[in-house]
Nanobody, 125 residues
Framework: QVQLVESGGGLAQAGGSLRLSCAAS????????MGWFRQAPGKEREFVAA????????RYADSVKGRFTISRDNAKNTVYLEMNSLRPEDTAVYYC??????????????????WGQGTQVTVSS
């Protein structure tokens, strides 16, 4: 059974930092591209960051470029999202997702095969 479990969400002040983790089980993690998406209240889910199976290729949404960093540890079956210089508009539920045969850091939500349950990030001004 495939499971993606996010952790690390919470409350941060504007300008602060949080580190999200997503632990995968039931999959051969090293063949998966991984992505982070977010959904704010009343808005559609949007792409945040993606990383390919080796970690050698990453993609970011323009809104987080230079502030967020995606990384992975294939030995620990875990993908991370380091979030710095947080802004109130980063407030959302953050989801990790996995795509099989992930040679490319995929930005398209519809191409991902598995999703986590989400973790809330709230940034206060």
């Amino acid at each position: 059974q495939v499971q993606l479990v996010e952790s690390g969400g919470g409350l941060a002040q504007a300008g602060g930092s949080l580190r999200l983790s997503c632990a995968a089980s039931g999959v051969t993690f090293s063949i998966y591209a991984m992505g982070w998406f977010r959904q704010a209240p009343g808005k559609e889910r949007e792409f945040v960051a993606a990383i390919n199976w080796t970690g050698g290729s990453t993609r970011y949404a323009d809104s987080v470029k230079g502030r967020f960093t995606i990384s992975r540890d294939n030995a620990k079956n875990t993908v991370y999202l380091e979030m710095n210089s947080l802004r109130p508009e980063d407030t959302a539920v953050y989801y990790c997702a996995g795509k099989r045969w992930g040679a490319v850091a995929t930005v398209a939500e519809g191409e991902y095969d598995y999703w986590g349950q989400g973790t809330q990030v709230t940034v206060s001004s």
